[in-house]
């Protein structure tokens, strides 16, 4: 198993982790807030959009390098690892700048070129499945920042298009074990977009805790109704203090520890 180091984080290799925070960076306050509540629950990482890749260009796009200050800051204070978007070659070492791992979103995972830009770039990859990609189609993705020298990747599920109505997508649970078998690379599951509705996502999460992802990464708002993007499938602080009891222990079963254990280290969290 390749894990992937990101400071004095392990991503893998049996080191299971959570990424948690906003769909957008709205303002510095509440992220600084954000940040505090997902760290005392257990989270890894913080992630947060400032380039958005919105369906239409007239949704909110994000605030840019003005977000990405807020999230160096609101990361370094809470003592969390921090993820962004990066959607354009031009933006890497801007985005790099202000946060550790770099994100290439759904919508850009067969841009070979920005691939091979940040498979150059050496910095740390979370690469999320197209939402109109095959598992192995994704593989390939990987490639290409592998090719450029570029090791440090972390894979994403996120659901893909289907004819389903009920979720915003169908989040393939399938393709953890598959990636598993056929990838050295860590697999995350992100049933936030997976499913886009917050009252499933907690099951999802433990279902794909259940197949084996090395990682979650979960949509999280102080007030959902009222977020800038994607608050349908945010969590509000409760059920995320809910859903991370629920997964770490599910997480601490699936290494083999007993549930008092894993009680245990929940409460000294
Ligand atoms: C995101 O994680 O902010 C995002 C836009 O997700 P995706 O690229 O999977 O749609
Ligand atoms: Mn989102």
């Not at 910095?123 to 939402?131: C, E, F, H």
């Not at 289907?162 to 078998?181: H, M, V």
């Not at 859903?243 to 008092?260: D, I, K, N, T, Y």
């Given at each position: 198993?390749?894990?992937?180091?990101?400071r004095?984080?392990?991503?893998?290799?049996?080191?299971?982790?959570?990424?948690?925070?906003?769909c957008?960076?709205?303002?510095?306050?509440?992220?600084?807030?954000?940040?505090?509540?997902?760290?005392?629950?257990?989270?890894?990482?913080?992630?947060?959009?400032?380039f958005?890749?919105?369906?239409?260009?007239?949704?909110f796009?994000?605030?840019?390098?003005?977000?990405?200050s807020?999230?160096?800051?609101?990361?370094?204070?809470?003592?969390?690892?921090?993820?962004?978007?990066?959607?354009?070659s031009?933006?890497?070492e801007?985005?790099?700048?202000?946060?550790?791992?770099?994100q290439?979103?759904?919508?850009?995972?067969?841009?070979?070129?920005?691939?091979?830009?940040?498979?150059?770039?050496?910095?740390p990859?979370?690469?999320?499945?197209?939402?109109?990609?095959?598992?192995?189609?994704?593989?390939?993705?990987?490639?290409?920042?592998?090719?450029?020298?570029?090791?440090?990747?972390?894979?994403?599920?996120?659901?893909?298009?289907?004819?389903?109505k009920?979720?915003?997508?169908?989040?393939?649970?399938?393709?953890?074990?598959?990636?598993k078998?056929?990838?050295?690379?860590?697999?995350?599951?992100?049933?936030?977009?997976?499913?886009?509705?917050?009252d499933?996502?907690?099951?999802?999460?433990?279902?794909a805790?259940?197949?084996?992802?090395?990682?979650?990464?979960?949509?999280?708002?102080?007030?959902?109704?009222?977020?800038?993007?994607?608050?349908?499938?945010?969590?509000?602080?409760?059920?995320?203090?809910?859903?991370?009891?629920?997964?770490?222990?599910?997480?601490?079963?699936?290494?083999?520890?007993?549930?008092?254990?894993?009680?245990?280290?929940?409460?000294?969290?």
């Amino acid at each position: 198993m390749c894990a992937v180091k990101v400071r004095n984080l392990t991503i893998g290799n049996g080191n299971f982790i959570v990424m948690a925070g906003p769909c957008s960076i709205e303002n510095r306050e509440q992220l600084l807030e954000i940040a505090k509540e997902i760290k005392a629950c257990g989270a890894d990482i913080l992630r947060g959009g400032a380039f958005k890749p919105r369906t239409s260009p007239y949704s909110f796009q994000g605030l840019g390098e003005e977000g990405l200050s807020y999230m160096k800051e609101a990361a370094e204070a809470a003592g969390l690892v921090s993820v962004s978007e990066v959607m354009d070659s031009s933006d890497i070492e801007l985005v790099a700048s202000y946060v550790d791992i770099l994100q290439i979103g759904s919508r850009n995972m067969d841009n070979f070129a920005l691939l091979k830009k940040v498979g150059k770039s050496g910095y740390p990859i979370l690469l999320k499945r197209g939402y109109m990609s095959t598992i192995e189609e994704l593989l390939l993705a990987a490639e290409y920042i592998l090719k450029e020298g570029n090791d440090k990747i972390i894979l994403c599920e996120r659901g893909i298009r289907t004819f389903e109505k009920l979720t915003r997508n169908t989040f393939d649970l399938s393709a953890i074990p598959i990636i598993k078998k056929m990838s050295n690379l860590p697999i995350i599951a992100d049933p936030s977009h997976g499913v886009g509705r917050a009252d499933i996502v907690t099951p999802m999460a433990k279902a794909a805790v259940a197949a084996g992802a090395d990682g979650l990464m979960i949509e999280v708002h102080p007030n959902p109704k009222k977020a800038l993007s994607d608050g349908q499938q945010t969590l509000d602080y409760p059920s995320f203090r809910d859903l991370m009891e629920e997964v770490l222990e599910l997480s601490a079963f699936m290494r083999g520890e007993s549930p008092l254990q894993a009680r245990g280290r929940l409460k000294a969290l």
